[in-house]
């Protein structure tokens, strides 16, 4: 027998992450086991996300101006970003960690990681659409930042100067080259900002088909498997608790998403999390079908085609683990779509089910992947916040690469999940 297939891994959590996490164990010899909370209907973030694979995105949440940004909407019912007041010690530390990471030098610092993680994740997906087939609606035709006025199209342009400056090809556009780029849709815009590097794909169906291979490669996903506690002995886990029972391992993975952080605190380790809450509506028969992803700039509304449908996703609520759907800012996303789209009418959206969902957001908008120093077989894998399916699967080979002993080839230190951990 492979020695190597009687080491078992326990993996919490089947998201988008944690599935590539066990999809690329499962190939490198692990006997894994995916515990889910939910059921077989879930329709958690990795289902109605927005589907972009984006090395666009160098710049992290935490960035100069964006928690006073979220404060001065915060009483704006329909704006896309908004931090919920509430008592929390939680949400005060992590805002205090936001502001503390929040700063130019920051930015500057994890901007090539993010670079590089979301280059290596895209390359992932091209070689994943090889060993799964073309079943989940890959497009490498980039990303379109869709800007209504000149003064938005200008700030881009800093952001597309410093991509370019970190080897990310970006193109300033004016109107008739963003028409000209797709002209399968009508804009009203001043212009765009162009990324030739990003994709985009149907996350509901690349969830289904890696689930699909997972099982049939011989791992496992246990549903209505809730993670309530765990059991450990000098310093390592030997089991996740549920109510349906112990599943002990000689490996575990912590890839919870947002509810990431109270499983660690069982453990007494710190990951600040807070719950970035998102809204997405989908149109089964559009009027108009873009063939290239965008962003709305202004309104923070990201529009993708996925088959013959289209989704429409974006706000970032800091509420909490509420799932709840804030109608008030659902009409926000949707009215602001015909200022951008003229032939889309609000009344398209009357009636449609609106999906939510919760990311997991790390203070520093980096996501924590990496061993815990106080327990050494737990490996972190959560705080991807929005970029969660763009970086699922180089988190997947960074996580399979520890359990393997090999080294991984980023900044681990950057993304080490124990950089919260108070000292001793």
């Not at 927005?50 to 001065?72: D, E, F, K």
């Not at 809204?279 to 009027?287: A, D, K, N, R």
Request: charged fraction near 20%.
């Amino acid at each position: 027998m492979n020695k190597m297939s009687e080491r078992r891994l326990v993996i919490i959590g089947a998201g988008v992450v944690g599935l590539c996490c066990g999809y690329y164990a499962q190939k490198s010899g692990w006997n894994v086991t995916i515990l889910e909370s939910g059921s077989s209907s879930r329709t958690g973030c990795s289902f109605g996300n927005a589907g972009m694979i984006v090395p666009s995105h160098v710049i992290p949440l935490a960035a100069p101006g964006m928690l006073s940004l979220g404060l001065r909407m915060m009483f704006n019912r329909r704006s896309p970003f908004a931090i919920k007041p509430r008592v929390s010690t939680d949400l005060l530390n992590w805002s205090l960690d936001f502001m503390k990471a929040a700063t130019p030098g920051h930015v500057q610092h994890v901007a090539p990681l993010l670079r590089d993680l979301n280059l290596s994740s895209r390359e992932a997906y091209v070689e994943l659409e090889t060993e799964l087939g073309p079943v989940f609606d890959l497009k490498q035709r980039g990303l379109i930042m869709l800007c209504k006025t000149t003064k938005m199209l200008e700030e881009e342009g800093k952001a597309a100067e410093l991509a370019r400056g970190l080897g990310v090809p970006a193109e300033v556009l004016d109107a008739q080259a963003v028409a000209a780029l797709d002209p399968g849709v009508t804009m009203d815009v001043s212009g765009g900002i162009y990324f030739p590097k990003d994709c985009h794909l149907s996350p509901d169906k690349f969830v289904n088909s890696l689930t699909q291979r997972f099982i049939e490669i011989g791992g496992s996903v246990v549903l209505n498997a809730e993670v309530t506690s765990w059991r450990s002995c000098n310093n390592r886990i030997v089991a996740a608790v549920t109510e349906a029972g112990e599943y002990e391992g000689d490996e575990f993975v912590l890839c919870s998403g947002a509810w990431s952080s109270t499983l660690a605190k069982k453990l007494g380790l710190r990951i600040p999390m807070q719950a970035g809450k998102g809204y997405s509506i989908t149109l089964g028969e559009p009027p108009q079908m873009p063939e290239i992803c965008s962003i709305l700039m202004e309104a923070r509304v990201a529009v993708t085609p996925m088959g013959n449908k289209l989704r429409f996703g974006g706000t970032m609520e800091i509420a909490g683990l509420d799932e709840s759907v804030s109608h008030q800012r659902v009409q926000g996303i949707i009215d602001s779509i015909p200022t951008f789209f003229p032939s889309f009418s609000t009344e398209l959206f009357v009636d449609k089910p609106v999906w939510s969902g919760l990311r997991p957001c790390s203070p520093d908008g980096i996501p924590y992947i990496g061993r815990f120093s106080t327990f050494t077989n737990l490996v972190c894998a959560t705080g991807h916040a929005m970029m969660g399916l763009s970086l699922a699967p180089i988190t997947g080979k960074i996580v399979t690469d520890i359990l393997m002993g090999v080294t991984p080839p980023f900044d681990m230190q950057a993304l080490s999940p124990n950089r919260y951990q108070p000292a001793n």
